[in-house]
């Protein structure tokens, strides 16, 4: 048995990294979005498009939500690609900023509102068996029902792999805070995992991706 959220971050990152398409001429790409040219700019939102969704989707509540985070972390990217190292992972980057966009989306909106610390934190644990009775689209599914809070520090903690001191510091809150919200949330999503994988029929993980595609 893992730790309830350790197994969905398995299955959720190794997908998340299937979203990324063409990235053989990644340099050339940013070396023209560094120019301003369209083309290059088209090219770079494509080829990530379906990752970027698939940080944003995390955060957001819906699609509606996640295409709006992301249009705004990309226009961020673009505002500051010059600064980009090249050196370093492009996918690294944009995955940091798409994150702190999110992070700044749902403060904007006032929608986090976070428990108070408590004492003691047991952790809950959910079988492996049971996360792979569901899609990914399940899981994601039961992520973004969490509440805005629970859902952000559980996004920070379990698939970025902040740890709550840095949490803390990024969501301006206290370390205990961010261990309680992310004990609230792994036990809500312990107990969605089990009841969905009780009415769910499908088999393997992730079968219709249509909402990342770029339309």
Request: hydrophobic share 35%.
């Amino acid at each position: 048995m893992l730790l309830c959220g350790e197994n969905i971050a398995f299955y959720i990152k190794a997908r998340q990294e299937t979203f990324v398409q063409d990235t053989n001429n990644i340099n050339e790409l940013i070396a023209g979005c560094c120019k301003k040219e369209r083309s290059s700019q088209e090219a770079l939102y494509r080829n990530f498009f379906g990752y970027g969704m698939s940080i944003c989707l995390r955060y957001a509540q819906n699609r509606e939500e996640a295409v709006e985070i992301m249009n705004d972390g990309f226009l961020k990217i673009f505002q500051h690609i010059q600064s980009f190292d090249t050196s370093r992972s492009f996918k690294t980057w944009l995955a940091k900023i798409m994150v702190n966009t999110s992070i700044d989306f749902l403060r904007g909106k006032k929608k986090m509102v976070f428990v108070d610390d408590i004492s003691h934190i047991p952790e809950p644990g959910t079988d492996d068996k049971i996360v792979d009775k569901l899609s990914y689209e399940e899981l994601l599914k039961q992520v973004q029902a969490l509440p805005p809070a629970y859902r952000t520090v559980f996004n920070l903690y379990v698939i970025e792999g902040y740890q709550h001191q840095e949490i803390a510091l990024m969501l301006r809150i206290s370390e205990g805070t961010s261990k309680s919200n992310l004990f609230k949330a792994k036990k809500i999503l312990k107990e969605k995992i089990i009841n969905a994988s009780t009415n769910t029929s499908v088999d393997g993980v992730g079968q219709n991706m249509s909402v990342y595609k770029n339309e």
